[in-house]
C-alpha cells in the first residue's frame, strides 16, 4: 500500500509542475517524456550489456533505467527549450485543463520507470508493502531436518500463494503506472519506433520477469548471474535432450513445507517414511504437439556467494525464451529438476521453491521444462546424417533447436540455443550435475524406464 501511496503522491506532483507550465509546454514535457521512456526501457539491457556491472549487477537495471530517462529526458527537454523558447498561451480554462492531463499523463510515464526500476533491484518479493503476485507468510511450525535429529520451529516468509505464475494472484497498483508505461513503450516499439526487435520479442511479462528474480531467494545474496564477459560466462548450456515421458517423485520438499503439519506427533508420523518415493505416475506429455525439454545447466564457481560454493535460484527466475508465430516471445519456466539416473527422475518444484548447487570448479543442473508446442522450439537437424534403420525405414532426422530462442537464468545470463543439438534419448549420468537435496530426501530406486 506505502509503495502505491508514493507512486500516486508522486504522479500529482508532476501534474501539478505542469499545470503551472500551461498546455503547450506540458504537452511538450509530456511528449519529451514518453520519448525518454521508450529510450530507457528500449536501450537499458544493451546498456547494461556494454559496462558489464561488476558487484553492481543486482542493481545494475535499475540504475541505468532511470539514468537513461532522465539523462534522455533533460537532453531533449534542453534541445526543445532552445528552438522553441516561447510558450503558448490559450483561453484559460482549456490552458489549465489542457496542462493538468498533460502532466497526470507525463507523471504517470515517470512514475512508471520508477516502479519498473525498484521492481529490478535486489529487493525481496515485497517492495514497501507491494508484490506482483500475492505473497503470504507461514507461521511457525516443527520441521524434522533429518530424522535423527531434533524437531526445529521454523517459520516461512513471502510464499506464493499458487504454485506458479497465475494471472488470478497478480497484484497491480492503485495507479498501475508500470503498467502503463510498459504497454505505451511495447506499442511504440511495434509501431511508429519498431527496430529490428520490439520490446515483445524479448520479453513477455517484464514484471512477472522482475518478480520472478526476487521471489524464494533470501535477501543478501547473489540475485544475478551474469555472461556479459565473454571469457567468463558464469552460465552455460551442456547438452539438451528431448522426452516424451520420464518417471517422477511426488515431491522434491519435505511435506512439512508443503502441508501445515504443526505438532511433534504429525512431524514424527512422517519419521522413517520415503518422502520422495516415485510418484503414481510418470511426468509425460499429454498432447502429440508437447514436449518435455531437458537443458542441462553448468554453473561456473564465478557465479556463487562470495561466503560460499552455492548457487542459489529458483524456477521463477529461469526462463527459456521462444517466439510464437507472430514473433512475440513466450516464456518457459521449469518445473523441476532431473536426476539421470537409470534413464532419468524428475523432481518437481513450484515456483518458488529455492534450489541449491553446490558448485566446484563447474557444477549444475539437468532443468525440465514442459513445451506446449513442440514446433516453436525444435526443428530438423541440416547437419543430421540421413540413416536407414534396421527394419529398412528411413530414420528421423536429429533435432535441433530453432533460431532465436534462448535461456536466461538470473536476468543477466543469456545464453543463445539457436541450433544446438537436442538429444532423443537421456542425457548421460554426470556426477557434477546434481542438485542439493534435503537430507531426508532419499533417492528412488534406479529403474531403467
Request: some cysteine; charged content about 25%.
Amino acid at each position: 500500500m506505502f509503495f502505491s501511496v508514493v507512486i500516486i503522491v508522486f504522479v500529482l506532483l508532476v501534474a501539478y509542475i505542469h499545470f503551472i507550465q500551461g498546455f503547450f509546454s506540458a504537452a511538450l514535457s509530456t511528449i519529451l517524456t514518453i520519448f525518454a521512456a521508450a529510450i530507457a526501457l528500449g536501450f537499458h539491457e544493451s546498456v547494461v550489456a556494454m559496462i558489464k556491472p561488476g558487484k553492481l549487477a543486482d542493481s545494475a537495471n535499475a540504475i541505468i533505467l532511470c539514468s537513461l530517462f532522465a539523462v534522455s529526458y533533460i537532453v531533449l527537454r534542453q534541445i526543445f527549450d532552445r528552438a522553441v523558447p516561447g510558450n503558448v498561451r490559450l483561453q484559460s480554462t482549456i490552458d489549465k485543463i489542457g496542462a493538468a492531463l498533460m502532466g497526470l499523463v507525463a507523471g504517470t510515464c515517470a512514475a512508471g520507470i520508477f516502479a519498473v526500476a525498484a521492481q529490478t533491484t535486489a529487493f525481496g518479493p515485497s517492495i514497501f508493502g507491494y508484490s506482483r503476485y500475492v505473497v503470504a507468510d507461514k507461521p511457525e511450525f516443527s520441521v524434522q531436518p533429518d530424522r535423527n535429529a531434533r524437531s526445529l520451529s521454523r517459520a516461512i516468509f513471502d510464499q506464493m500463494k499458487s504454485k506458479t505464475f497465475d494471472e488470478k494472484d497478480v497484484n497491480k497498483l492503485l495507479l498501475p503506472a508500470d503498467d502503463f508505461v510498459l504497454g505505451l513503450v511495447n506499442t511504440l516499439s511495434e509501431g511508429s519506433l519498431s527496430g529490428n526487435m520490439p520490446l515483445s520479442a524479448v520479453h513477455q511479462d517484464y514484471l512477472q520477469e522482475a518478480f520472478g528474480n526476487r521471489v524464494g531467494i533470501e535477501v543478501g545474496v547473489r540475485r544475478t548471474a551474469t555472461n556479459l564477459n565473454p571469457s567468463a560466462e558464469q552460465v552455460t548450456v551442456e547438452a539438451i535432450a528431448v522426452r516424451d515421458k520420464i518417471k517422477a517423485v511426488e515431491d522434491s520438499e519435505l511435506p512439512e513445507i508443503r502441508k501445515k503439519i504443526e505438532t511433534a506427533e504429525a512431524v514424527a508420523a512422517y519419521n522413517g517414511k520415503e518422502e520422495s518415493k516415485l510418484a503414481k505416475e510418470d511426468l509425460k506429455t499429454t498432447k502429440k504437439e508437447q514436449a518435455i525439454l531437458i537443458i542441462r545447466t553448468v554453473f561456473d564457481r564465478s557465479a556463487t556467494d562470495e561466503k560460499n560454493e552455492l548457487v542459489r535460484f529458483t524456477p521463477a527466475s529461469v526462463r527459456l525464451v521462444v517466439r510464437d508465430a507472430h514473433g512475440k516471445a513466450r516464456d518457459y519456466f521449469p518445473i523441476g529438476t532431473m536426476d539421470a539416473w537409470g534413464g532419468g527422475t524428475f523432481w518437481p518444484n513450484q515456483i518458488d521453491d529455492v534450489i541449491y548447487v553446490k558448485v566446484g570448479e563447474k557444477n549444475g543442473a539437468d532443468l525440465v521444462f514442459m513445451i506446449e508446442n513442440r514446433d516453436e522450439v525444435l526443428v530438423a537437424s541440416a547437419d543430421a546424417p540421413k540413416k536407414s534403420k534396421s527394419d529398412g525405414k528411413p530414420a528421423v532426422a536429429a533435432q535441433a533447436i530453432k533460431a532465436g530462442i534462448f535461456l536466461e537464468v538470473k536476468r543477466l545470463a543469456r545464453i543463445d540455443l539457436s541450433g544446438k543439438p537436442v538429444e532423443s534419448g537421456p542425457l548421460p549420468a554426470d556426477p557434477k550435475i546434481d542438485v542439493m537435496r534435503k537430507a531426508r530426501l532419499k533417492a528412488p530406486p534406479v529403474a531403467v524406464p
